[in-house]
């Protein structure tokens, strides 16, 4: 069998490339080793740069349906248990004022909690409406790569049957455990199984406890351990009856029973419910968290991408988003490789663009998660502690003390710490590639950062930069300026005086045989900027033009009109697509 990519596994980073090469009309094969998509809730947290890229692949609608907006859940609660003493609360993901205005400018789309057993299925569900051939219970067996490619073993567990698959790429999206990166020996620098955790989704009204203070997730905080997440954490599936409760564990004093009866009973005694509320186990799993990233994510015809190239703890929930994007990266470069219409170059700009992407997260996962051992250590508690002596010093902490106004100034900072893990906007929206050969940069510097840029996402149009959003005006109809460009296109972005560029840019279309859409964006241009918006962000002027990539990041700019906007353009489109390069293996 013969195909242009393969790609190896089928979760959020398999079934997101593979709907995408499969619009972009690339013959590939998707398949995974398991039956089907992933049975538990896992990832949940949805931001907003992954919600811009399911509305291009236009499928933002049919999350929404099955998802809850995170401002409706603008809560971060820490407790000694869900009828105990409440020790903090703060806002989360811009659900409260102090942050709603920076999530809402920065992007048309809104943050969603959604399980990741859900999402994948509706993914899958896009995957066949589009003709994607995805198999699932077919197992890759042996792989190798090649001068012209890659030849792959696949075989089909129900079956045995096997098949050879030859394919000019290959994508391994096959997890933290991937068999092709194994396989093909790719470096990895990090700790790997460094925490042991067991996960639990659980079926329980707790509507009673949680309704009147709605959060994504309840941080448990009892006496007697020091664990980077506390005695555990809750986290809504559904609100407020389905419920995953993740808890740390040390696997030198032993396993834990993962008997239903003794599942429940820890659950009782963690969230302090009643003995006669109705529980229910639907799943347990035990995992390891990982502190790795791959060192390359390119080697020769085979590429890493999602949880196969960067391992994390879920904190900041960062795992599954960080996945969709990669995959939004990739495949359209992909496409124009195999299609001939770029060189091969082009797809080395990939490693060059999201490996320090994914360095970057693990360490802020990483960095978040010890942010978190400062609060039982705040509060006193200690592993081995009595309870009595915990609840002491908790009891002491809200009172009028000596010492304890101390210790509650150092409890805000650390509560206020949190914010880098749940209301990082900067850190979701504003990846910046500063070393690509798939961008044209213009020998000026990024703008420097005016805030902290975890927390705070400061657009430029800068190239490497990601398209600002801005709403606009089309025909009377309001429409964010990262919807003008049709899905899987590259766009040139122009204002009043962008006349010559458009009659450039439907010459080096032609020539380069690529669509290329031009927009007109400013005071009353077909999209009409009423508001002003972006003129304040646009960094460009009336004359000037922006080469915008599908993946929406910025693949070249020209400040201002040009004496050969024609030339100028070929250029700049040429350099991104590989095409001197390619010229010159032709």
Known sequence: MDVDVLVVGAGMTGLTTSILLEEYGVKALTISKHRGTAPTPRAHITNQRTMEVFRDMGIEDRVLEVATKL??????????????????????????????????????????????????????????????????????????????????????????????????????????????????????????????????????????????????????????????????????????????????????????????????????????????????????????????????????????????????????????????????????????????????????????????????IVAHAIQTLYNMTKIPETLGFRKGQALEDGYATLESLFSDDPGAEDRRARLEEVVKLQDRRSNAVGLHLGNRYKDSCSIVYDGTPFPEYKQDPVLYYEPTTHPGGYLPHAFVEHKGRRISTLDIIPHARFGLIVGIGGKSWTAAASQVSQELGVELSVCPVGYRCTYDDVLGRWSALREIKDGGALLVRPDRHIAWRSVDRVTDPTQALRSAFSHVLARNILKGAL
């Open 71 to 360: 401002t409706t859940l603008g809560n971060g609660v820490m407790a000694t248990s869900l009828t105990g003493m409440e020790i903090a609360r703060y806002s989360c993901y811009g659900g409260g004022a102090a942050h709603a205005s920076d999530f809402s400018t920065a992007s048309p789309s809104e943050m969603v909690n959604v399980p990741q057993h859900i999402v994948e299925k509706l993914l899958l569900d896009r995957a066949r409406e589009k003709g994607a051939d995805v198999r699932f219970g077919n197992e890759l067996v042996h792989i190798e790569d090649g001068a012209k490619g890659v030849v792959a073993r696949i075989r089909n567990r129900q079956t045995k049957e096997e098949y050879t698959v030859r394919a000019r790429y290959a994508v391994a999206a096959d997890g933290g455990r991937s068999s092709v990166a194994d396989k093909l020996g790719f470096g990895f620098t990090g700790e790997s199984g460094f925490m042991s955790m067991l996960s639990v989704w659980l079926e329980a009204d707790l509507t009673k406890y949680t309704a009147h203070r709605p959060a994504a997730i309840y941080l448990i905080l009892q006496p007697g351990n020091a664990y980077w997440v506390g005695s555990g954490t809750c986290v809504v599936v559904k609100p407020f009856t389905e419920w995953v409760l993740n808890r740390q564990y040390d696997a030198a004093d032993g396993e834990p029973d993962t008997s239903d009866e003794a599942i429940i009973s820890h659950a009782r005694k963690v969230l302090g419910v009643p003995d006669d509320l109705p529980m229910r186990v639907k799943d347990a799993s035990k995992w390891q968290v990982n502190n790795v990233v791959a060192s390359e994510y390119r080697r020769g015809h085979v590429f890493l991408a999602g949880d196969a190239a960067h391992r994390h703890p879920p904190a900041s929930g960062l795992g599954s988003n960080t996945c969709v994007q990669d995959a939004y990266n990739l495949a359209w470069k992909l496409a124009l490789v195999t299609s001939g219409i770029a060189g091969d170059r082009l797809l080395d700009s990939y490693n060059q663009e999201r490996q320090p992407v994914g360095k970057q």
